[in-house]
C-alpha cells in the first residue's frame, strides 16, 4: 500500500521542479503525508496507518544514520570534534533541563491548562525528548541550503552525537517516571550512564568499524558480496548497541566513520558503486517514508489532545533556549578555537536545530499509563515537529541567502590543492613542535603514525597499503581527466596515426583543457550533500586488466596534444618518426599479449628507448598494467607511476603505454628548463658510449641539480651506493652492455619478468645508470642526507628507482648476481 | 634584576607590535627558543650551506616566522584577514621558492612533492615526479590557458600561487594557538584547540 503511494508522491514531486527550489522536500512529504492521512481517515473513519516506532528504529533511522556515518567527512568531523561533542552534549542538556524545568513552572503558574496532568519528572521526560536536534531532518532541510561545510558538519554532527544524550535521558526519565519521584538518585548514577553510554555506542561501533575492515581486506575472491558485508556489519553495529542499551546512533555513526577509510580502500570499484547507491537509496527511501508517515499520523485525532498552553510554550521555549544555549556555547567555544564562529554561524545553527521524527518516535513510545499526558505531548510534539521543518525549513533558505552566509564551494579538488593541503598538515605539525606546543596538529600526526603503521597494516590489502594518500587523489584526479578526456574526445580510438598536433588539433588543444577544467566542475570534491550520488567516479584502477587497458589506449591521443605546448621542441628524432614508431610498438605490444602467459608484468617503455639506437625491433613487451594476484604490491598504479626515472627529461614523450596518468603528467614533463638540454645531449652520448663513463654533467649537489635533472631519486638512495659508486659502475656497465645487444633482449624480457626489482632496471637503469654514475662519482662531497625514507631499504625492490637498484646491487652483490644468472630459461 | 625587566619590556614591546603576539606568548617562545639554541641567542642552520639560508637566527627573526602562523582574531576586518591570508601564502610561497628567484620551478616542486610522499615510505620518485608534473601542468593550463606549442612554462610566480590556492582554506591550515599560559610549568601540558 505504501510502494505505490511511495512512487506517486515522488513522481508528483519531481515534477514541480520550481516548486521544489524554494519548498524542502521534507515540507512537501509531510504535506503530502497530510493529505493522504486525510484521504484515509474520511476513507475509513479511522487511521489504518501510523507511524510505528519499532519500524522506525529498527529499519528507518538505522538506514539514514548508516548512510550518514558512512559518508560523513572524517577529517571535517575531527576537526571540529570538539565544538561538535560540546554542542551535543552540553547544549543537549541545557535544553532539556530548561525546557523542562520551564514547562514545569508555566504550569504552576497556569499557563497550561489542569487537563495536562503531569508532573516534573514528566516535563523533564519530555523536555528531553523534545530538545534533541533530529539528524534526519537537520539533513533534509540544511542539503537543499547548502551552508559551508564547517556550519553544516557542526550542526549535523551535532544532531547525529546527541543521540547519546537523548537516549539516557530518557531511559533515565522513564525510569524515574516509573518507579516514582521519590527513588530519585543522584547525579552520579546519571553520569555513570551517560558515559556509558556514548562511550559504550562509540566503542561498538569502533569495533565493528575494525571487523569490517578486516574483512573487506580478505574479500577479494568474493567480490560479489562485499556490500553485503558493509551493510550487514553497519547495522549490526546499531543492532548491538541496542541491544545493550548503549546509542545505537553513536555505535553505527562511528562503524561508518571508522570503516569508511579501509573500505573503500579494500573494495572493488563495482562494490564501492554499489555500496553508495544502495545506502543512497535507502536513506533515500526512509526519510520519504518517515516525513510522510509524519503527516498521516498528525491527521489521526484519536491519539492526540490539544493543549493550546502547551503548545505555544513549547515552541517558545525550545527556540529561546536553542537560542541562548548556542551564543552561550559559542562563547566559550570562541577562546579555543582556530576558526572562530562568528554571529552569522550562529544565527545559523540556533535556526537550523530542527526537531524531526526521532522526537516523535520517542513521543509515542510513552507509555500512556505512566504518562498520563501523553496525547497532549504527542500533539506538542507533532506541532512542534511541523514547525521546525516546514516553516523553519522554508525559511532557512531565503535567511541564508539574505545574510550572506558563506555557502559551500564544492569545488574539485586540483592536484595542487591536494598537495598543499598535505603540506600544510606537515608544515604546521612542524611548527607546532618548533613552538613547543603539543597541539592539535601534533596528535594528528601521533594517529596518523599509528594508523600508517598498526591499522592500516592490519586493516588494508597489502596491496593498497603501499600507495599513499596524496597518490591515491592524484589518481583519482587523473582518471577522472582521463574519463572526461575519453567521454568528450570519443575518437580516441580510432585512428592510431595520430599525426602531430598540427594547427587543427592545436586549436582543439584548449578544447582539451577546457574539457579538463569542465569536468572538474562537474561532480564535486568533499560533498557534504549526503543524498547526492553523483560524484566523478574517480577511483582507484585496481586489478581491472581492462580498465588499464582502456585508459592506456585511450591516453595515447591526449597525450600527445599536451606534448606540443609544452615541449621546447628539442627532441632529438622527429616527431613524425617517433610517432610511428610508438604507433607500432603499441601493435607489437598487443600482438605479444596474446603470447603471454600468466606472468604480467609491467614493463617499462624503456624498452622504447633503445628503440632510438635503432639496433633493436621494436619488441615492446609491454606487460599489460595489471600485476597478477601473485604479484602483489603491483598493481596497475605501479604501472602508471612507473617511468624512467629521468625517462621523462629525456624523451620528451613517454612512450608508457601502460600508464593512465601520462595523460596530465607526461606533457608536464615538458616543462623543462632549458638546461635539461644538456643532461639530454649528455645521456645521448652516454647511450652510444656504453663503457666509456660520461663526464659528470653538473657539479654534485644530489639536492637540486643533477639528480633532479634526471629526475634525481632520492638523495638518501645515494648515500649507500656513494661509497661503492665505483664497484657498480662495472657491474652496471656490464648489466647496461646486455640490454643494447639485441640478443639479450629474451634475456630482458626475462629479467623483468621475474625480478620484481628489476622493473626499473631494464631501460630505466641503462639511461640513468650512466649520467648517475658521475653523480655517484664523488661520493665525498654529498652531504649527509636527510634520513632515508623509512621503507626504502627494505622496499628498494618495490622502488623503480635505479639508485636504489643499485643499491641492491651493491648491498647483496650475491643476489646482483644471481640475477645476472638466473637469465636462463626463455619465460614468455 | 630590575634594569634587565625593563629592557625586556622594552624589547617585547617591540617585539609584540611587530609580530603581534601578546606578551605572554612571547616569553613563551622566548623560553622554547632558549630551549631550542641551548641557551643561546641564536640557533644554528643545522643544514649546512644552502643557498640563501641563514647560518643561524636570532630570537626575532624565529619570531617573524612563527607570526606568519598567527590565527586570524574575531576582531579583524576583511582587509586585515585577506592580508593576513596573503603573508601567508607569500611564506608558504618563500619555503618552495628554494632558490628565491621568485617563481617555483619544476624541480623545486619536485622536491617539495617528494618530501611530502617520504613520509609514507612506499612511493617511487616517478611518482612524486609524475605527481609534480601534473600539478606544475595544472598550474599552467590555470593560469595561462592558451600557450602556443613554443612557449615555455617558466614557473609558479606569486600570482600564480595565489590563484591556483585560491580555494583553499586558509584559516584553519596555517594557524596555529600560540598558548597565553606557560606549558613548562604545567604538568600536562594543556593545548589549544
Not at chain 1, 564535486?524 to 584502477?541: E, F, H, R, T, Y
Not at chain 1, 617503455?605 to 597478477?628: A, F, H, I, Y
Not at chain 1, 656497465?733 to 643494447?740: D, E, I, M, N, T
Amino acid at each position: 500500500m505504501s510502494a505505490p503511494r511511495l512512487t506517486f508522491s515522488s513522481a508528483v514531486f519531481h515534477f514541480s521542479q520550481r516548486f521544489t527550489t524554494v519548498v524542502p522536500e521534507s515540507c512537501m512529504l509531510i504535506l503530502l503525508g497530510l493529505v493522504l492521512g486525510g484521504i484515509v481517515l474520511i476513507a475509513n473513519k479511522k487511521q489504518l496507518y501510523q507511524l510505528e516506532p519499532a519500524l522506525f528504529f529498527l529499519f528507518l533511522l538505522p538506514t539514514i544514520v548508516g548512510d550518514a556515518g558512512y559518508f560523513m567527512p572524517a577529517r571535517l568531523f575531527f576537526d571540529n570534534l570538539g565544538a561538535i561533542l560540546t554542542y551535543a552534549v552540553v547544549g543537549t542538556l541545557w535544553n532539556a533541563f530548561c525546557t523542562g524545568f520551564c514547562l514545569y513552572a508555566a504550569k504552576l503558574l497556569g499557563v497550561i491548562d489542569d487537563r495536562v496532568q503531569a508532573d516534573l519528572m514528566d516535563f523533564l521526560l519530555f523536555g528531553a525528548l523534545i530538545s534533541a536536534v533530529d539528524p534526519v531532518a537537520v539533513l533534509a532541510v540544511f542539503e537543499e541550503v547548502h551552508v559551508n561545510d564547517t556550519l553544516f558538519i557542526i550542526v549535523f554532527g551535532e544532531s547525529l552525537v546527541n543521540d547519546a544524550v537523548t537516549v539516557v535521558l530518557y531511559k533515565v526519565y522513564i525510569s524515574f517516571v516509573e518507579v516514582g519521584a521519590e527513588n530519585v538518585q543522584t547525579a552520579d548514577y546519571f553520569k555513570g550512564v551517560v558515559k556509558m553510554t556514548s562511550i559504550g555506542g562509540t566503542l561498538v561501533g569502533l569495533v565493528f568499524a575494525v571487523i569490517l575492515g578486516f574483512i573487506t581486506r580478505f574479500t577479494k575472491k568474493v567480490r560479489i558480496i562485499e556490500p553485503l558485508f558493509v551493510f550487514l556489519l553497519v547495522y549490526l553495529a546499531y543492532l548491538t548497541a541496542e541491544l545493550f542499551s548503549l546509542s545505537a546512533i553513536l555505535s553505527m555513526t562511528f562503524c561508518g566513520i571508522g570503516a569508511n577509510k579501509y573500505v573503500e580502500a579494500n573494495i572493488s570499484q563495482k562494490s564501492r558503486t554499489t555500496v553508495k547507491y544502495t545506502m543512497k537509496t535507502l536513506a533515500s527511501i526512509a526519510e520519504t517514508i518517515i516525513f510522510i508517515f509524519l503527516g498521516i499520523s498528525a491527521v489521526d485525532k484519536s491519539k492526540w489532545a490539544w493543549d493550546t498552553g502547551l503548545v505555544s510554550c513549547t515552541l517558545v521555549f525550545i527556540f529561546v533556549f536553542r537560542a541562548a544555549g548556542v551564543i552561550g556555547q559559542t562563547w566559550v567555544l570562541n577562546r579555543f578555537r582556530l576558526v572562530p564562529l562568528d554571529k552569522l554561524d550562529q544565527v545559523v545553527m540556533s535556526y537550523g536545530g530542527l526537531r524531526g521524527a526521532v522526537a516523535f518516535a520517542l513521543v509515542v513510545l510513552l507509555d500512556g499509563e505512566q504518562v498520563k499526558a501523553k496525547d497532549y505531548f504527542v500533539a506538542t510534539t507533532i506541532v512542534v515537529i511541523f514547525f521546525t521543518v516546514m516553516f523553519q525549513g522554508l525559511t532557512i533558505k531565503p535567511l541564508v541567502n539574505w545574510l550572506k552566509v558563506p555557502r559551500s564551494t564544492n569545488r574539485k579538488p586540483t592536484i595542487n590543492e591536494e598537495i598543499h593541503e598535505r603540506a600544510f598538515d606537515h608544515i604546521l605539525t612542524a611548527v607546532e613542535d618548533i613552538a613547543g606546543l603539543q597541539g592539535y596538529h601534533h596528535w594528528r600526526d601521533k594517529w596518523e603514525q599509528f594508523d600508517k603503521n598498526y591499522l592500516s597494516k592490519l586493516l588494508l590489502r597489502k596491496s593498497v597499503y603501499r600507495k599513499s594518500e596524496l597518490w591515491e587523489a592524484y589518481q583519482k584526479i587523473n582518471i577522472r581527466d582521463a574519463i572526461s578526456v575519453i567521454d568528450q574526445g570519443g575518437n580516441v580510438l580510432t585512428s592510431a596515426r595520430l599525426s602531430l598536433p598540427s594547427m587543427a588539433s592545436r586549436a582543439s588543444f584548449p578544447e582539451v583543457t577546457n574539457v579538463t577544467n569542465y569536468l572538474r566542475e562537474n561532480g564535486s570534491g568533499v560533498c557534504l550533500d549526503l543524498q547526492v550520488i553523483d560524484n566523478v567516479p574517480g577511483a582507484k584502477v585496481e586489478e581491472d586488466t581492462e580498465t588499464h587497458h582502456v585508459l592506456a589506449e585511450n591516453l595515447y591521443k591526449p597525450r600527445r596534444r599536451y606534448q606540443s605546448h609544452y615541449s621546447r621542441h628539442f627532441m632529438p628524432l622527429g616527431e613524425k618518426e617517433r610517432q610511428d614508431r610508438e604507433v607500432f610498438q603499441r601493435n607489437m605490444k598487443s600482438r605479444m599479449e596474446t603470447f603471454k602467459t600468466t606472468r604480467h608484468k609491467r614493463h617499462k617503455k624503456e624498452r622504447s628507448l633503445k628503440k632510438q639506437t635503432g639496433d633493436v625491433p621494436p619488441l615492446t613487451v609491454v606487460s599489460p598494467p595489471s600485476v597478477p594476484a601473485d604479484v602483489d604490491g603491483y598493481q596497475s598504479p605501479t604501472a602508471a607511476h612507473h617511468s624512467p626515472v629521468g625517462g621523462d627529461s629525456h624523451l620528451p614523450w613517454k612512450g608508457g603505454l601502460g600508464s593512465p596518468p601520462p595523460c596530465v603528467s607526461v606533457e608536464a614533463t615538458k616543462i623543462i628548463p632549458v638546461d635539461l638540454q644538456q643532461a639530454w645531449n649528455q645521456s645521448i652520448s652516454s647511450l652510444e658510449s656504453i663503457s666509456s663513463p660520461p663526464p659528470p654533467a653538473e657539479p654534485v649537489h644530489p639536492r637540486v641539480i643533477a639528480l633532479s635533472r634526471l629526475g634525481g631519486p632520492r638523495p638518501a638512495s645515494y648515500s649507500p651506493s656513494s661509497s661503492v659508486g665505483g664497484s657498480t659502475s662495472s657491474i652496471a656497465a656490464q648489466v647496461s652492455q646486455g640490454f643494447f645487444l639485441p640478443l639479450e633482449k629474451k634475456k630482458e624480457t626475462k629479467k623483468q619478468e621475474e625480478a620484481e626489482e628489476e622493473e626499473e632496471e631494464g631501460g630505466a637503469a641503462s639511461q640513468e645508470m650512466q649520467p648517475l654514475m658521475s653523480s655517484l662519482r664523488p661520493p665525498g662531497s654529498l652531504p649527509p642526507p636527510p634520513p632515508p625514507p623509512p621503507g626504502s631499504a627494505p622496499g628498494s625492490g618495490r622502488r623503480r628507482n635505479p639508485c636504489v637498484y643499485l643499491k641492491s646491487l651493491v648491498t647483496a652483490p650475491p643476489a646482483g648476481g644471481s640475477e645476472l644468472h638466473s637469465r636462463g630459461p626463455t619465460q614468455l | 634584576m630590575g634594569a634587565s625587566q625593563t629592557r625586556t619590556g622594552n624589547e617585547h614591546q617591540h617585539l609584540m607590535d611587530k609580530t603581534g603576539f601578546s606578551s605572554e606568548q612571547i616569553k613563551n617562545l622566548r623560553k622554547r627558543f632558549l630551549q631550542l639554541s641551548g641557551n643561546e641567542e641564536t640557533i644554528r642552520n643545522q643544514r649546512g650551506d644552502e643557498a640563501g639560508a641563514f647560518q643561524e637566527i636570532g630570537f626575532e627573526q624565529f619570531l617573524m616566522v612563527m607570526c606568519h602562523f598567527r590565527p586570524p582574531t574575531l576582531k579583524m576586518t576583511a582587509e586585515e584577514k585577506e592580508a593576513m591570508r596573503k603573508e601567508k601564502l607569500r611564506f608558504l610561497f618563500n619555503m618552495h621558492d628554494t632558490d628565491n628567484d621568485g617563481t617555483i620551478t619544476l624541480e623545486e616542486y619536485r622536491k617539495v612533492v617528494e618530501e611530502l610522499l617520504s613520509k609514507s615510505g612506499a612511493i617511487g620518485q616517478e611518482t612524486a615526479e609524475a605527481i609534480a608534473d601534473a600539478a606544475m601542468l595544472e598550474v599552467a593550463s590555470t593560469n595561462v590557458p592558451h600557450m602556443a606549442p613554443d612557449e615555455f612554462y617558466e614557473g609558479i610566480t606569486f600570482q600564480h600561487f595565489e590563484q591556483i590556492l585560491k580555494g583553499l582554506e586558509m584559516e584553519s591550515r596555517m594557524n596555529i594557538r600560540f598558548l597565553d599560559v606557560d606549558t613548562t610549568t604545567m604538568r600536562c601540558g594543556r593545548s589549544t584547540s
